[in-house]
Structure formats: structure tokens, C-alpha cells
């Protein structure tokens, strides 16, 4: 068994702040991670990172600007400790050598951002431990934190199969935490990038309509303006408010081979193109055989970003003792309904570096966002139309009376349990995990996407739980013990099969339309009813949900919600 003061699950952005957080103040620091750190799927990210640096910028704009991107689901809380951190992070980054694009005068270059009012983004239980497999041995081991565990796994794109997300983007850290225990905040806000290439789900970034790219349906209508759908800020209205229109051109017949939209940015000159956007001539050219240089690249909304995930505080702390989460792992509720581009980035610098802080023991401020069912305000009402939650019993994620065991025995008991599970899967025959996958994934992108409907959510749930059912004969056919990368995806696949019912209860659950989370029935925001977090706690195996209010009391205002328009 391993010992370390601190353990780090996850070495990208979020990971490698909190490791370097806990280190500085003198924590012994473990990172153990599925990738190499820069596999990471931070290093995918393409826009930029946000944070108020020039004359004419502050934290309290930028936090309006969040707050208000985040259909007033945002705990200002959060968003102020986010948007007065920003800044200092990202000169930080400088510091430690980010080689960020300038302008003439030396100024790190700001560019817009949907959603954006300035043009701010940069470019270029106890909780004891942890068990892990060693992909080179095959050899599973315990590690145990002697302060605390920081999850910081990325995201879930991979509950979709149109997705930006990378293919090891499983939801694991959700996942994990939601069986041991914290809960799962607003799930259901799923963000669908309105630009990825239709063939792959690759991402093209925002910094494409940043620079001045345009929309056009298959009449040669910039239909952003032309249709209404944001008068003011046409291609940079947030990315709920783009997607949405994408598809509704699509649906009304006007979409280009019945499946996408236009994005051209002929128009912006070879040079500047060369100059700023040489990446994504090359990843149309790759993927769509398109020269961006010469026509326009085809673009449709994919899965892009879970706003929801684990349950904490500004200080990354949840309500297990000694576990916390950073990045898109994590909801501290920055984000709300909705995340602006760019806030993706300082996200990770600020709450990673937070979190490995107070992992590391730092004395910090107390954190004013309560978490747990203790921080509820009232009980859930869904009724879906079956049983959600695991087919049988708990297998042994928690263990039992656990704040009454030493924690060695804790972590020796969970490792033995691990060896069991992984001995069950490469000894037994089954079925191959993958099928299950495909099919959770299928559903959810019919189901659970962009545009909701009650009777499609509820048969994705009737999906889901069939899925689960035949994940309980999966097996694995490959019986060797090293580099089984089959073993690690079926595996996954039943963290998929975790925040994929997750997403869904939280969408059938939420009967408003609010940033990302469009319900057919239900075609407005409902402040009185819904300025509240969805919540869902594993209980005993079961989910449960509940609600917690939302805390729009931030420190220089109280956030009103407004009309959202662009």
C-alpha cells in the first residue's frame, strides 16, 4: 500500500493545480492517473481562458457576465471567488512559461467570447483513500491519504456518442464519488457546443466566431440575426442560445443536407486566419476535407460539457471528509445552467489550486456554500417510469461502518474487493461491455440532447436500466494482466451507466426551460419554482433526489435574475 498526504485522481488541468497547490504548502502529493498528463483532455480545450486583466474590465463584470450566462443557477458564492482568482491564476500561468499570444504592445491578446460583455478570454463518509489498477502490472493497490483525496477526472462527454469529449471522458470521478456517497448536483445541465464536425463530434472552437466567423443555413441566411434568434450578439450569444438555433434550422427544413449548418470565415483573410485559426484549417481539413480557406466547414451542436458533477464548496471540499473534487468533476455551481466559454479554463486553475490547498491544510476562509442533504431545502417529487439506481445490492464501494474502522483496514478491505470484481470479469464468460455502452450512448444523444421532451427522457431511463441489466453479465475476453485496456473500459462503462441515469432523472425532474435545459412541455423559466440545484444521493444503491437553493448573495450584490438576451 501506498501512503501520501494527499492523492490526486486525475492529472489534468484541475489535477495538476491541486497537486501543485498541495505541494506548495508542503504536502507529500501522489498524482494517479488513467492518462499521461498531457493526454489530458485540458490540452484539447481550444478557445481560451477567461479572466479580467485590462483597463476597463473587473471581476464583478465578469462575474455578472457568469451569473447571468448561468440562467441564474450559479451560486454567487462560487462565482465571485472565481472572478477575483482569475486574474492572479492566469498571470501565474505566465509566470510558470503559457507562451499566450500578444499584441504589438507586448499584452497578452483578448479576444470575445459568447456571452462575454468585454472581450476577456486569453488564448494560445471520511474519505481514506483510494484503490487503483496498474495498467503495466495488471497489479491492483491501495492508496491512502493521510489529509485527502482530490477528484479530478474530467467529464462524462462519453454518456454520448456525438460528443467533443475524449474517448477515456467516462464520468468516472462522478461516478465514484456518487457511490461513496456526496451527491450529484444538476446533472441535467448538459452544454452542446453548436460548432463540432458532424462526422466526429471534434470540436471547433469558439474562437472561430470569436474572430468574426458567420453562421449560414442552406439559403446562404446568416439566420442568427436574420431569424431572431439573437439580435444583438448573433454568432456570440452564449452556446445554449446558438446551439438551439443550429437545430432549429435544421428541423424547419433550412439545415444543409438535413443535418448541419454552414460556419465561414473566408471572409477574415488568409493572414489573420494563418495567424490565429491555423489549427482548425487543419482539423476540417482531416476530418471534413474542407478547406476552410476556400468554403465554409460544416458544423452541428455535440455534447460538449457537464456544468453538473460532484457536490462541493469553493474550497473543492464535499461532504465526505477528506474527499474533494476540481474541474469538470466538480459542480461548486459556477456554471449553473449554462457555462460561458473560456470560464473552463481559470475554472480549473482557481478551484484546483483551492482544493489542493485546503487538502494540504491550509487555513482558509470557511466556505459559504453548504454541502449534503443537511444543505437541502425540500424533498424530490419525479416518478420515472422504472426503478433507477443498481440491479442489486451496493457491491462494496463504501464500506460499511467505515468511520469506525482504521482507515488501512478500510482501504485493505476495498483493494480485496477490487480483486474480486477484477478477477470476476477476466475469469467469467459474458457479453462484451461495448454493446452496452453503444447503447446508452445512442440513447441519450436521441433522448437527452439538445431539445427534451417527457416521453423521450422517460424511455431513455427505460433504456438505461435495461442497459444496467445486461451490464450485470459483461465480461472481459481478454484474460491478460497487462495493458487490458478492454478490462479499463468495461469498467468505465458502468460510470456511463451511473451519470447517464443521472443526466436523465435531473432533465425529467426539471419542468422549466433554463439555459441548456430546454423541455418541450415546459417553454419558460420558472423563477419562483426552480432558482433551485437539483440534488441525487446514491441511497444504499438507490438515487434520491432533493434540492438545495440556489445563493445568489454575492459579495459586492445580490444577482437578480434577469431576462437572458443577446
Keep these: 500500500m501506498y501512503e501520501h498526504d494527499v492523492i490526486v485522481v486525475g492529472a489534468g488541468g484541475a489535477g495538476l493545480r491541486a497537486a501543485i497547490a498541495a505541494d506548495e504548502e508542503g504536502a507529500d502529493v501522489a498524482l494517479v492517473t488513467k492518462l499521461h498528463p498531457v493526454r489530458s483532455h485540458t490540452g484539447a480545450a481550444e478557445g481560451g481562458i477567461n479572466a479580467a486583466l485590462r483597463e476597463g474590465d473587473s471581476w464583478d463584470l465578469h462575474a455578472y457576465d457568469t451569473v447571468k450566462g448561468s440562467d441564474y443557477l450559479a451560486d454567487a458564492p462560487a462565482v465571485d471567488t472565481f472572478a477575483k482568482s482569475a486574474p492572479e491564476e492566469v498571470i501565474q500561468l505566465e509566470h510558470w512559461g503559457m507562451p499566450f499570444s500578444r499584441e504589438d504592445d507586448g499584452r497578452v491578446s483578448q479576444r470575445p467570447f459568447g456571452g462575454m460583455s468585454f472581450p476577456r478570454t486569453t488564448y494560445a463518509g471520511a474519505c481514506h483513500g483510494c484503490v487503483a489498477y496498474d495498467i503495466k502490472s495488471g497489479e491492483i493497490h491501495g492508496f491512502r491519504a493521510n489529509n485527502g483525496v482530490v477528484l479530478a477526472t474530467g467529464g462524462l462527454g462519453q454518456a454520448f456518442d456525438h460528443t467533443t469529449n475524449a474517448i477515456a471522458n467516462t464520468g468516472d470521478g462522478c461516478a465514484m464519488a456518487y457511490r461513496a456517497g456526496a451527491p450529484m448536483e444538476d446533472m441535467e445541465m448538459i452544454q452542446f457546443h453548436p460548432t463540432t464536425l458532424p462526422s466526429t463530434g471534434v470540436l471547433i472552437s469558439e474562437g472561430v466566431r470569436g474572430e468574426g466567423g458567420i453562421l449560414y443555413n442552406d439559403e446562404g441566411e446568416r439566420f442568427m440575426y436574420e431569424h431572431g434568434y439573437a439580435n444583438n450578439a448573433g454568432e456570440l450569444a452564449s452556446r445554449d442560445v446558438v446551439s438551439r438555433a443550429e437545430l432549429t434550422e435544421v428541423n424547419e427544413g433550412r439545415g444543409i443536407e438535413d443535418e448541419y449548418v454552414d460556419l465561414d470565415m473566408r471572409h477574415l483573410g488568409e493572414d489573420r486566419i494563418l495567424d490565429r485559426l491555423e489549427n482548425i484549417l487543419h482539423l476540417a481539413e482531416d476530418f471534413e476535407g ?28 464535499t461532504c465526505i471528509s477528506g ?244
Excluded at 304 to 313: I, K, L, R, S, T
Excluded at 508 to 532: N, P, S, V
Aim: charged share 30%; aromatic share 6%.
Design 290 to 317: 474542407v478547406d476552410g480557406l476556400d468554403e465554409p466547414m460544416p458544423v452541428k451542436p455535440g455534447q460538449h460539457y457537464a456544468m453538473g458533477g460532484v457536490e462541493c464548496d469553493e474550497n473543492g471540499e
Design 323 to 566: 474527499l474533494y473534487a476540481a474541474g469538470e468533476t466538480a459542480c461548486v455551481s459556477l456554471h449553473g445552467a449554462n457555462r460561458l466559454g473560456g470560464n473552463a479554463l481559470p475554472e480549473l486553475m482557481v478551484f484546483g489550486a483551492r482544493a489542493g490547498w485546503h487538502a494540504a491544510g491550509k487555513e482558509m476562509k470557511a466556505a459559504e456554500i453548504g454541502t449534503g442533504p443537511s444543505a437541502g431545502s425540500e424533498d424530490g417529487d419525479v416518478e420515472p417510469p422504472v426503478e433507477p439506481g443498481a440491479i442489486d445490492s451496493p457491491d462494496g464501494d463504501v464500506a460499511a461502518d467505515g468511520a469506525a474502522i482504521e482507515p488501512t483496514a478500510v482501504i485493505e478491505n476495498a483493494v480485496e474487493n477490487e480483486r474480486e470484481r477484477v478477477e470476476t470479469l477476466l475469469e467469467d464468460d459474458g457479453i462484451n461491455h461495448a454493446n452496452v455502452r453503444a447503447d446508452v450512448q445512442q440513447t441519450m444523444t436521441e433522448n437527452v440532447n439538445v431539445f427534451r421532451e417527457e416521453g423521450a427522457v422517460r424511455s431513455a431511463l427505460r433504456d438505461i436500466r435495461q442497459a444496467r441489466k445486461e451490464y450485470e453479465n459483461v465480461a472481459v475476453a481478454d484474460p491478460s494482466r497487462t495493458y487490458n485496456t478492454d478490462l479499463i473500459h468495461t469498467i468505465e462503462t458502468r460510470n456511463i451507466l451511473d451519470v447517464a441515469e443521472a443526466i436523465t432523472l435531473g432533465a425529467l425532474a426539471r419542468e422549466e426551460f433554463r439555459g441548456a435545459h430546454w423541455r418541450a412541455e415546459h417553454q419558460e423559466r420558472k423563477d419562483d419554482e426552480w432558482i433551485k440545484h437539483t440534488m441525487l444521493a446514491w441511497n444504499d444503491g438507490t438515487p434520491e433526489l432533493y434540492y438545495k437553493p440556489v445563493n445568489l448573495d454575492g459579495d459586492e450584490e445580490t444577482y437578480e435574475p434577469k431576462e437572458r438576451s443577446y
